[in-house]
T-cell receptor
């Protein structure tokens, strides 16, 4: 069965702290894709990153970085020097070649205090 | 850039009423889908389409109907609204499964 677990329901940090959001996934497929989306209080879904199962390189985009480890089935997301504008719910999702259903984690609510 | 457009943004329905949520995309994407998001949860797939004339059920299809007569449009119909269908609905599109999925802004539906 396919599953995405975001064990951290809510994280609260003070601005400028680094914070890591965890994502653990389950799938038997060898080809799959992992996503992170941001959902700010306004409600829209903002695409952050897509990673395929054959590319384990870590990625950095400004203050954002992602650590993909197939050995532990994890795709963690780190925000460096957090800002109040980073406050949002962050979702990790899994997509397989074998079907058309995107599997979502329950989301992590990130609160950045000034 | 229009991207994925959903209407209406907000709607209140009475139990038993029917309505259609509209979704249109201008990116020539073959794959379109509808999700619902309930409080404190991730998105769950209602129905999807891999091209004009082709639709299939997702995880939570009961009470909903879809059709895909053109590449651009993918309306979602609530046949007889129930309070359990109170949710936020997102339409999405992509070139193919596995590629970046683009979402509409969401439709907030309340059934009383």
């Amino acid at each position: 069965a396919q599953k995405v677990t975001q064990a951290q329901t809510e994280i609260s940090v003070v601005e400028k702290e680094d914070v890591t959001l965890d994502c653990v996934y389950e799938t038997r497929d060898t080809t799959y894709y992992l996503f992170w989306y941001k959902q700010p209080p306004s409600g829209e879904l903002v695409f952050l990153i897509r990673r395929n199962s054959f590319d384990e390189q870590n990625e950095i985009s400004g203050r954002y970085s992602w650590n993909f480890q197939k050995s532990t089935s994890s795709f963690n997301f780190t925000i460096t020097a957090s800002q109040v504008v980073d406050s949002a719910v962050y979702f990790c999702a899994l997509d397989m070649d074998s079907n058309y259903q995107l599997i979502w984690g329950a989301g992590t609510k990130l609160i950045i205090k000034p | 850039n229009a991207g994925v457009t959903q209407t209406p943004k907000f709607q209140v329905l009475k139990t038993g009423q029917s309505m259609t949520l509209q979704c249109a995309q201008d990116m020539n994407h073959e794959y379109m889908s509808w999700y619902r998001q309930d409080p404190g949860m991730g998105l769950r797939l209602i129905h999807y389409s891999v091209g004009a004339g082709i639709t299939d059920q997702g995880e939570v299809p009961n009470g909903y109907n879809v059709s895909r007569s053109t590449t651009e449009d993918f309306p979602l119909r609530l046949l007889s609204a129930a309070p359990s269908q109170t949710s936020v609905y997102f339409c999405a599109s992509s070139t193919t499964p596995g590629n970046t999925i683009y979402f509409g802004e969401g439709s907030w539906l309340t059934v009383v």
